[in-house]
């Protein structure tokens, strides 16, 4: 399938925007000697282009990865999450910021904050570039959230479909039957 036939739903423009408008946010809410950890696969487009926004408000983050997966290589979660790499900072003490590509049953994120909370992390805030409502199977909220979407299956922006799509420099939608 060609690119192409992938239905936009937020241009790279408004993305841009939007993650220049929630640096400044979180930048009002947080301690400024945060530590990101960013949740990898999905994550790590946003996670470049929103510490280079805090840069912008003047703020140095430190930055680590961790890869977690509930999902498989399709578009049902499969309820189990696992870490399948794992951080390589110590969380101990710092003011953690979660930062994930989307937020949809709630199970990855609550898992990554028991984790870290369990670490000893001083505190710990969440930021998710999308939300989809109404589909949390866990009472889950995120601190700060780019754009809250409706209930489809989106692509782009280091978003995919069985590992592909993250390059997409935009947010699709993707219809497959
Ligand atoms: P949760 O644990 O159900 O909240 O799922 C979060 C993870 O599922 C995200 O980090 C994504 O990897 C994946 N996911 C959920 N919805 C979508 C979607 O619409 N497109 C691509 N990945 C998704
Ligand atoms: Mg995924």
């Given at each position: 399938m060609s690119h192409n036939e992938i239905p936009v739903l937020f241009s790279a423009e408004e993305i841009k925007e939007r993650i220049g408008s929630l640096a400044c946010e979180i930048g009002l809410k947080i301690a400024p000697d945060l530590m990101i950890v960013s949740l990898l696969k999905g994550s790590f487009v946003f996670t470049a282009d929103l510490i280079r926004a805090l840069h912008t408000i003047g703020l140095r983050p430190q930055v680590d990865f961790m890869t977690v997966s509930?999902?498989?290589?399709?578009?049902?979660?499969?309820g189990n999450i696992t870490i399948n790499r794992d951080l390589v900072?110590?969380?101990?003490?710092k003011h953690v910021l979660i930062v994930d590509d989307i937020l949809e049953s709630g199970r990855t994120l609550q898992f990554a904050r028991n984790l870290i909370t369990e670490r000893g992390a001083a505190s710990c805030k969440i930021a998710v570039l999308l939300e989809k409502p109404g589909?949390?199977?866990?009472p889950m909220t995120a601190d700060f959230v780019g754009f809250t979407i409706p209930d489809k299956f989106v692509v782009g922006f280091g978003l995919d479909y069985a590992n592909y799509y993250?390059?997409?420099p935009y947010i699709g939608t993707l219809d497959i039957h």
């Open positions: 509930s999902y498989g290589t399709g578009k049902e979660s499969s900072e110590e969380v101990k003490g589909k949390r199977t866990t993250r390059e997409l």
